[in-house]
């Protein structure tokens, strides 16, 4: 797709609704537009969230607002996931950091990340780390 377009993974929006070291880059990155999530990604926020007693329907609204458009993953891109899940185990990779991963691959974007493990993929995926 695109060269504008931004996959944002879990820890990056984690980082942006915390307002941690970061939460500037994830801002830019949503004023310049062409943010999507997968929804692995999502389902991952709206776990940390919950755990975190913060109500899913202010979640919700927040995360519209954020313009933010969500992607699921069809058969390929779920399996090149689930490929990278098996081959990341060294680096600790979750199922969702994977589906970032390769999602942001299968439409030629970069994946904006908190987690600077993902620094050692960078030969075969864009990546950006925020901190």
Aim: aromatic share 6%; hydrophobic share 45%; net charge negative.
């Amino acid at each position: 797709m695109s060269e504008g377009i931004t996959v944002l993974d879990a820890s990056a929006l984690l980082a942006l609704l915390h307002e941690e070291a970061g939460a500037g880059t994830v801002e830019t990155a949503l004023l310049r537009g062409g943010v999507v999530m997968s929804t692995v990604n999502y389902a991952e926020v709206v776990g940390c969230l919950a755990r975190w007693g913060i109500s899913g329907d202010g979640f919700r609204d927040k995360f519209r607002d954020l313009g933010i458009e969500l992607m699921g993953l069809d058969e390929p891109v779920a399996f090149q996931a689930g490929v990278l899940k098996a081959q990341s185990r060294s680096l600790g990779l979750s199922l969702g950091d994977c589906a970032c991963l390769a999602l942001a691959k299968h439409l030629s974007a970069k994946a904006l990340t908190a987690d600077a493990a993902w620094t050692s993929l960078q030969a075969e995926y864009k990546v950006e780390t925020i901190r």
